[in-house]
């Protein structure tokens, strides 16, 4: 399907970038857009690849656009623009049978509702974000959570193999749910990780003999065997996903489960630390806070 046709790439940051190598050198032509204009154009200039001006341009000149941002309401206003009817977004130039492709990690109910304001223009929206960080970014090895049309799905499929694998989640906005869903398991399991190595450090336990065992036991997960001794214990905090979106995305998983009426026993609990650990870290206006941090929040509250 994509074979001759531009795919519009708009958010070239710790993602976006390794995304887009992986579509370059899988011969795809793109055109590239961040709202840091010198990105922009270094990443072109990196990959061989076309810097759109706006926009309204890449809606112009792209037949599929990706949008890889912090959240969804940035996306709507990326697709939109500032006034909802399209003017100076991206749809307001888009053709008729178009495809979007939101990888971000967005809210599914403003999923939907997107969905069908693009839908009255002829666009076909599909939700697609990606677990795996950074790291699997390079690799192209994501875990792609894929939402919409299966008929429009398997038309992008030329576009997923470079990044990732894409696992059909549902209908649109199943994406969106399952990954905030995921995030809220992976960020459960991160934070009793840093709590159980610090009390069993309290104990006398040293914390790498505390992440090899419960590696080689029951309690290992994606947070001992990947984060605990490489950005937690070393102290680094460096893993490359900002703890403000952690928080944001445990507040989408939330209000997903309240969506559906269910009562929680722990969801609202998770979200609380991570909210709280937002605001003591001052997490949401310094990006450079990457979520395994919130071990220096439970350093804090160790302090009283």
Avoid at 9 to 33: E, K, Q, S, W
Avoid at 116 to 145: F, Q, Y
Avoid at 220 to 227: D, R, Y
Wanted: hydrophobic share 45%.
């Amino acid at each position: 399907m994509t074979e001759g046709l531009t795919i519009g790439f708009i958010g070239l940051g710790n993602m976006g970038r390794p995304m887009t190598a992986r579509l370059a050198g899988a011969g795809h032509r793109l055109l590239l857009l961040d709202l840091d204009r010198a990105r922009t154009e270094a990443l072109a200039t990196e990959l061989g690849q076309q810097a759109a001006a706006s926009l309204s341009d890449l809606g112009a000149r792209s037949d599929v656009v990706i949008t890889m941002l912090p959240d969804g309401r940035t996306v709507r206003k990326v697709l939109l623009g500032e006034s909802g009817d399209g003017t100076g977004g991206v749809a307001g130039t888009l053709a008729k049978d178009a495809i979007v492709v939101d990888m971000s990690s967005s809210s599914p109910v403003g999923t939907r509702e997107l969905g069908e304001v693009l839908a009255a223009r002829g666009i076909r929206l599909v939700d697609a974000p990606v677990s795996g960080g950074v790291r699997r970014a390079v690799d192209g090895t994501l875990a792609i959570m894929v939402g919409g049309d299966p008929e429009v799905v398997e038309r992008l499929a030329p576009v997923f193999a470079p990044m990732g694998k894409p696992m059909l989640a549902g209908g649109l906005g199943a994406g969106h749910a399952i990954k905030a869903l995921n995030n809220y398991v992976s960020a459960a399991g991160l934070l009793a990780a840093c709590e159980a190595v610090r009390a069993g450090a309290r104990f006398g336990l040293e914390p790498a003999t505390i992440v090899d065992i419960i590696n080689a036991s029951t309690g290992v997960n994606n947070s001992t065997l990947v984060k605990m001794k490489p950005f937690v214990l070393s102290g680094s905090y460096a893993d490359g996903f900002g703890l403000a979106l952690m928080a944001k995305d445990l507040r989408t998983a939330l209000e997903v489960a309240q969506a559906t009426g269910m009562e929680t026993a722990l969801a609202g609990t998770v979200v609380e630390v991570w909210n709280e650990a937002e605001r003591r870290l001052d997490a949401a206006q310094d990006t450079s806070v990457h979520h395994t941090a919130i071990d220096r929040y439970l350093d804090l509250l160790g302090r009283g």
